[in-house]
């Protein structure tokens, strides 16, 4: 979130005023209801945790995303040591589902709508190798369907260069610190979030059919 931010500050806060004109915005909260009984997790990173967090929480279907650490082979990871890019660990965040109501097929749709996958060592303004993209899988099947989802967008030629998001088994997810879970929610006036973050969650929600279980007010 802060590495590399400040060179694009300006160009980011003429986007936000834009992209935000006309609404009132309300992050993404938890289901406050209890966990389903067939309650699943996906795993994913792609850039900023604060963003994915949001993207996944307005889903129908998902319970709560928290955010953490993954992909990395250091077993005591933070945000300061994850910071300097030196511990293989990606921000992540890890998605409580309900597979009656949203589909891992359809978590997977969601993770490539919602960030640019064939970008490499960073993630828009944020920049190392803990914001790369990486889309974790528990078993053959999630594997599959991510693989699948990389071939469709390859062949479609929608970035004009291939996609570049890591496929990895999910071997350790470590939550980030208390500061770090729902992030915007709790600031909202926070510089990155209203010119990078939000901006960000909007082109998201314009592209993305959903199923979203929240609304933006417009004024």
Same mark, same amino acid.
């Given at each position: 979130m802060r590495i590399g931010f400040l060179p694009f500050l300006a160009l980011f806060f003429l986007a %936000?005023?834009?992209e935000?004109?006309?609404? =009132?915005?309300k992050a993404p909260l938890p289901d406050s209801t209890a966990p389903a009984k067939n309650e699943a997790v996906a795993t994913f990173a792609e850039g900023? &945790?604060?963003?994915?967090?949001? =993207?996944?929480?307005?889903?129908?279907?998902?319970?709560? *995303?928290?955010?953490?650490y993954a992909g990395g082979s250091n077993p005591a990871p933070g945000y300061e040591n994850v910071s300097t890019g030196s511990t293989g660990h990606a921000e992540s965040v890890n998605v409580y589902y309900d597979p009656a109501k949203i589909s891992f097929d359809r978590l997977v749709a969601a993770f490539f709508a919602s960030h640019d996958p064939t970008q490499v060592g960073h993630q828009g303004p944020d920049?190392?190798?803990q914001y790369r993209s990486i889309a974790f899988y528990?078993?053959?099947?999630?594997? *599959?369907?991510?693989?699948k989802a990389i071939a469709a967008i390859d062949a479609s030629g929608k970035y004009g260069k291939k996609v570049a998001t890591e496929v990895l088994p999910l071997t350790n997810f470590y939550p980030a610190e208390a500061v770090h879970q729902e992030y915007i929610a709790h600031h909202p006036g926070n510089i990155y979030v209203n010119n990078v973050s939000i901006p960000d969650?909007?082109? &998201?929600?314009? %592209? &993305? *059919?959903?199923p979203f279980r929240?609304?933006?007010?417009r004024r």
């Open positions: %936000s005023c834009e935000r004109k006309g609404f =009132v915005f900023c &945790f604060w963003h994915t967090e949001i =993207v996944f929480q307005s889903l129908a279907g998902v319970r709560d *995303a928290v955010s953490g920049i190392g190798p528990r078993n053959d099947h999630e594997k *599959a369907v991510i693989v969650y909007l082109k &998201f929600r314009q %592209s &993305f *059919a959903g929240d609304t933006l007010i």
